[in-house]
T-cell receptor
Framework: EAGVVQSPRYKIIEKKQPVAFWCNPI?????LYWYLQNLGQGPELLIR????????DSQLPKDRFSAERLKGVDSTLKIQPAELGDSAVYLC???????????FGPGTRLTVL | AQSVSQHNHHVILSEAASLELGCNYS??????LFWYVQYPGQHLQLLLK??????LVKGIKGFEAEFIKSKFSFNLRKPSVQWSDTAEYFC????????????FGRGTSLIVHP
């Protein structure tokens, strides 16, 4: 069984530039999560999708962050414009019907210069 | 809101030493508890979980954790560590029902010397 796929794995950009991350969840998993993981910290939820619907996005900084999950499968997380403090690892996870066990992707490590 | 504390941020052990990583949570109601592991260069993966029943939970690779409700703790243990256990370990808690979104601790970095 293929796991959660994320791309790119690494991204380096200059501040004020836009950046996008892509996630493909495990087949059949209708719940998708985006997490932010700062260095030396545990993951923190940014947004959760049930199929196409964003059901929990209270932690998403909506002035610069946006996300979409068209057709309820793949998802894209965007930052525009990026700031220095956005440097972190962005993790995607999926689960079956919001179940207890989440499966994580390898993450995208973003460096903003 | 629940919170999770992992008191050991960095642990260094020699092979065959015993391991215990502390985890305490703040939520007073029923909880689901997890330990995740992240090996160098790899993604987060579930090590073990507790939902109900026997408070002593056995996971993969010889790890176990004990849920002590009165102490709000879910410490991770392994009687004899190996070099391959070098990794980052995260404790997490979620509330049953609803979204099961876990709150993670800040993690413990374990280095095992051969």
């Amino acid at each position: 069984e293929a796991g959660v796929v994320q791309s790119p794995r690494y991204k380096i950009i200059e501040k004020k530039q836009p950046v996008a991350f892509w996630c493909n969840p495990i087949s059949g998993h209708n719940t998708l999560y985006w997490y932010l993981q700062n260095l030396g910290q545990g993951p923190e939820l940014l947004i959760r999708y049930e199929n196409e619907e964003a059901v929990d996005d209270s932690q998403l900084p909506k002035d610069r962050f946006s996300a979409e999950r068209l057709k309820g499968v793949d998802s894209t997380l965007k930052i525009q414009p990026a700031e220095l403090g956005d440097s972190a690892v962005y993790l995607c996870a999926s689960s079956y019907q919001g179940g207890n066990e989440q499966f994580f992707g390898p993450g995208t490590r973003l460096t903003v210069l | 809101a629940q919170s999770v504390s992992q008191h050991n941020h960095h642990v260094i052990l020699s092979e065959a030493a015993s391991l215990e990583l502390g985890c305490n949570y703040s939520y007073g109601g029923t909880v689901n508890l997890f330990w995740y592991v992240q090996y160098p260069g790899q993604h987060l993966q579930l090590l073990l979980k507790y939902f109900s029943g026997d408070p002593l939970v056995k996971g993969i690779k010889g790890f176990e954790a004990e849920f002590i409700k009165s102490k709000f703790s879910f410490n991770l243990r392994k009687p004899s560590v190996q070099w391959s256990d070098t990794a980052e370990y995260f404790c997490a808690v979620s509330r049953p029902g609803g979204s099961y979104i876990p709150t993670f601790g800040r993690g413990t970095s374990l280095i095992v010397h051969p």
